[in-house]
């Protein structure tokens, strides 16, 4: 952790200029919340998922509605803030930091059911638990989140992960997310080949493996091990990034830092004994040894959610995202119906900072719909992702549905740069707005 007291100059002044533009923005959206006009209603709301989007909206909505019978489902005792997956999985943080209590978010007077969903039936407009209980609705917000598919990788379990193979799957939880540094840390000490990429599927936080991949050849370079170690990233599309100038600005650094990158890789399996890797490739299968490889496994929407009718029929069909417009939220079928977080079957948007703005859009729709009106709110697909290149240094990159970016502070942070600054916007700033988020105040 970084102690913001060292800060001198230009930094420190920087730094607490964002500070206060962050908070006067949380204060402002906080009082306009506030001060909306609460809907008087007797509406039985249920939410699936209590992560960061559906402990979000359930606040939001308690502030709104007057009367509302609010019911929230996730049967996970612990919420995790997974942005800080990939610092615990590179020794910068404890476990600790991304674990906190699910039912400590949650607003009091509604009905947290500690089950998920079996089933849902929109045509009923009701859901069954895993317990066998039964819930009805008047409108269902599905904040799921979505599922790891590790069983999508051929002889891979994640009994593998540790030290002792070499292997880090990091996206599987805080204590993984241990294992991965363990396993990292022995790499940068021994040398070696180092495999990182992502799956074909859409996925949360797409960043994240360019992250890993970055921190851990910085890392190697501050030990003095760089020169017996190689790092591979393997990226699953013609591309480092969707989004066309950052892929070409993280083209530039893995350039710069000797970084081999080989697009159109996808991991398909894995021969712990022999330390190997197949990707499928266009050419063919294509199988490469290695002493560390990071593990992502395909993405998809929970089974109750892909039975259920809402997923979309014509698009992403394997993976089952829900089928919501792109910019209101609300599915395209069930007028009742709205998405929130990684289950959205939408272009973008599976961040943490899309939540943020996923919540407002759907608040207003909702509410809007309760009040026999038409909501005004929509959502451009703003997604985020502070892509750390170096400790200490980062790119706060953030951009649309159409490719644009989209700065925060413009003049202030400029995205494509790797900044001190932009670190501490990720080290320190970025957690407590999270938290802001889920007391519904962001």
Not at 40 to 56: E, F, K, S, Y
Not at 112 to 129: F, G, H, K, S, W
Not at 180 to 199: I, N
Not at 332 to 356: E, L, Q
Request: glycine residues 10%; contains cysteine; aromatic residues 8%.
């Amino acid at each position: 952790m970084y102690d913001i007291s060292t800060l001198k100059g230009t930094d420190r002044r920087t730094f607490f200029k964002l500070a206060a533009a962050g908070g006067a923005a949380a204060l402002a959206m906080g009082a306009g919340q506030a001060q909306a006009q609460r809907q008087r209603t007797n509406a039985r709301i249920v939410i699936l998922g209590a992560g960061a989007g559906g402990a979000a909206i359930a606040n939001r909505l308690t502030e709104r509605l007057d009367g509302a019978r609010i019911t929230i489902l996730d049967p996970r005792a612990e919420h995790w803030y997974q942005p800080g997956f990939t610092l615990v999985a590179t020794g910068l943080k404890p476990a600790g930091y991304t674990v906190s209590g699910t039912g400590d978010w949650l607003p009091r007077g509604i009905d947290y059911v500690a089950e998920a969903a079996a089933e849902i039936d929109p045509e009923a407009n009701r859901i069954t638990t895993t317990g066998g209980r039964r819930i009805d609705y008047d409108f269902l917000i599905v904040a799921t989140g979505l599922v790891l598919d590790w069983d999508a990788i051929e002889g891979f379990s994640l009994d593998m992960a540790g030290p002792e193979n070499g292997i880090s799957a990091h996206y599987a939880g805080p204590e993984h997310s241990v294992k991965g540094w363990q396993a990292l840390d022995r790499f940068l000490d021994q040398g070696g080949v180092g495999m990182f990429g992502r799956p074909a599927t859409e996925m949360k936080c797409a960043g994240a493996p360019v992250k890993l991949c970055l921190l851990a050849e910085d890392m190697a370079t501050t030990r003095g091990t760089r020169g017996k170690t190689q790092f591979i990233y393997n990226a699953q599309a013609p591309n480092l990034f969707g989004v066309p100038v950052i892929h070409h600005r993280v083209r530039q650094i893995m350039d710069e830092r000797d970084i081999t990158y080989r697009y159109r890789h996808v991991l398909k399996a894995i021969d712990v004994g022999a330390k190997t890797a197949t990707y499928e490739t266009p050419d063919g299968d294509v199988t490469d040894r290695w002493d560390f490889i990071n593990v992502i496994p395909p993405q998809r929407a929970p089974q109750a959610v892909r039975d259920s009718g809402l997923s979309w029929a014509e698009r992403w069909v394997d993976q089952g995202w829900i089928e919501v417009d792109m910019h209101t939220l609300r599915h395209a079928r069930y007028a009742n119906v709205f998405g929130i977080g990684d289950i959205n079957g939408v272009p973008k948007g599976k961040t943490a900072a899309s939540v943020k703005w996923h919540i407002p859009v759907v608040e207003d729709h909702l509410v809007a719909q309760i009040a026999g009106r038409e909501g005004t709110t929509s959502y451009n697909g703003y997604t985020s992702c502070p892509l750390i290149t170096r400790v200490g240094r980062a790119m706060l990159v953030e951009f649309d549905y159409e490719d644009n970016l989209l700065p925060s502070f413009p003049g202030i942070i400029a995205p494509l740069e790797e900044l001190w600054i932009s670190w501490l916007m990720k080290e320190v700033a970025l957690k407590a707005t999270y938290n802001a988020m889920l007391r519904g105040r962001a």
